[in-house]
């Protein structure tokens, strides 16, 4: 099964900025809607930001709005998460997601972790 890969984590001060990148597979990436989740430590996984096929819709959970942005590119099978003055609570290990359908498929995650 096609995986998706993650990267773009790391250690990120409150001011700062981090941008994640999930780079997908084959012709269809642009097909399915590509979410991020995050699992904290301790938590469940959830959802934070989420974009539909061709990028029409997006959406975000609330305590991210204004400074999560998603976007896509898809001439390199590749969704962003662009992530601006991160609070702590950000702190997490970040995955992508791509569905269509019943068809799903995972990365493996990458950590962020905001400190000062």
């Known amino acids: 099964q096609a995986q998706l890969v993650e990267s773009g984590g790391g250690l990120v001060q409150p001011g700062g900025s981090l941008r994640l990148s999930c780079l997908g597979f084959?012709?269809?990436?642009?097909?399915?809607?590509i979410s991020w989740l995050r699992q904290a430590p301790g938590k469940a996984r959830e959802v934070v930001a989420r974009?539909?096929?061709?990028?029409?819709?997006?959406w975000y959970l609330d305590s991210v709005k204004g400074r999560f942005t998603i976007s896509r590119d898809d001439a390199q099978n590749t969704v962003y998460l662009q992530m601006d003055s991160p609070k702590f609570e950000v702190t997490a290990a970040y995955y992508c997601?791509?569905?269509?359908?019943?068809?799903?498929?995972w990365g493996q995650g990458t950590q962020v972790t905001v400190s000062s």
């Open positions: 997601r791509a569905d269509r359908g019943a068809d799903g498929h």
């Open positions: 084959g012709s269809t990436f642009s097909n399915y809607i």
């Open positions: 974009i539909s096929g061709f990028g029409g819709t997006t």
